[in-house]
């Protein structure tokens, strides 16, 4: 393959040698040597230790999961942004959301260097366009409302980072998750989640430990952003969209445990929800029908322990 030089720009800003994800892993050293087996514990054993660096990481995880909750009270968004396994992990957590906890789809939303094609094909050269960046995350319009949230395992995303600097510009509270500490993407985020992996088993591959720790902390942010804001009860996702039989069992059974009725009662009350969980909870729990049930949980915000407090 020839490389294009001119369109491929080379300067000294272009050495990644020296990023933290780029080290070599001498745990892995004669990979290719070794069976299958021997391979397979390597790499369980290196992931085993990208749940305790985050552990470091869990004040500034706990100042996003706030400031995502905030913006989600006065209407405002989280917009996930990002190339490559940053990218596509950011589009999942965002698309999980809606099933989850029957979140609207506007709460959560991405930008993905290359669009939507590019989370099933590699569109690898986008990411080196901080134009691109701009113009992409502009048309989301941010603002003082939402929270942006840029994924860059390197932290020198060109993409990213200038998308990350434009929301900013406009007042958005603006946060990173890199597995390289003190890399440029940080200088451009209100709250910086940076978390240092150590090098992969295959050197530079993130979407293995580093894209095994965003994806961890992803989940901590808009679970515990939505479990504050009333999605969840207990430990149960109450706010599940019954749209298929694993759910409607799901339903069912959530409805069993928080209230204590027996299985028909709790089929029946659903049915007469109109197949919402909270109401459901709420009419048994506190003995209203469902027209008041819904009013509760109107006032209440949709919080299922609101309601019934009131």
């Not at 992969?200 to 591959?205: K, M, W």
């Amino acid at each position: 393959m020839k490389i294009n030089s001119k369109r491929i720009k080379l300067d000294a800003a272009s050495d990644i040698r020296g990023v933290a994800t780029e080290r070599e892993n001498p745990v892995s050293a004669n990979l290719d040597q070794l069976s299958s087996l021997a391979i397979a514990r390597i790499i369980n054993q290196e992931d085993r230790s990208v749940p305790l660096v985050i552990e470091a990481a869990l004040p500034e995880i706990a100042r996003v999961i706030d400031a995502v909750y905030s913006a989600f009270q006065r209407g405002g968004r989280l917009i996930y942004v990002g190339t490559g396994t940053s990218g596509r992990l950011g589009a999942l957590d965002s698309s999980e959301c809606p099933p989850t906890f029957n979140a609207k789809k506007e709460m959560v939303q991405y930008v993905m260097a290359g669009g939507d094609r590019a989370l099933g094909h590699a569109v690898e050269a986008n990411e080196d366009s901080s134009a691109f960046g701009r113009r992409d995350i502009a048309r989301k319009r941010p603002g003082k409302k939402d929270v942006v949230c840029g994924l860059t395992a390197s932290g020198r995303t060109p993409y990213t980072v200038a998308a990350l600097e434009y929301a900013r510009s406009k007042g958005a509270v603006t946060v990173c998750i890199t597995a390289n500490p003190g890399s440029p993407i940080t200088a451009a985020a209100d709250i910086s989640i940076s978390i240092d992996v150590g090098p992969e088993v295959i050197a530079g591959s993130t979407r293995m430990k580093a894209g095994t720790m965003q994806k961890l902390v992803l989940n901590m942010i808009t679970t515990g952003a939505f479990t504050r804001l009333g999605y969840v009860y207990g430990n149960l996702m109450v706010n599940v969209h019954l749209k298929n039989r694993k759910l409607v069992e799901r339903g069912i059974g959530i409805v069993q445990r928080v209230t204590g009725v027996g299985r028909e009662a709790a089929l029946a009350t659903l049915e007469a929800s109109a197949g919402s969980v909270p109401v459901a909870l709420v009419m048994l729990k506190a003995l209203v029908t469902r027209r008041e049930a819904e009013r509760r949980l109107k006032r209440a915000g949709g919080s299922v322990r609101k309601a019934l407090a009131e």
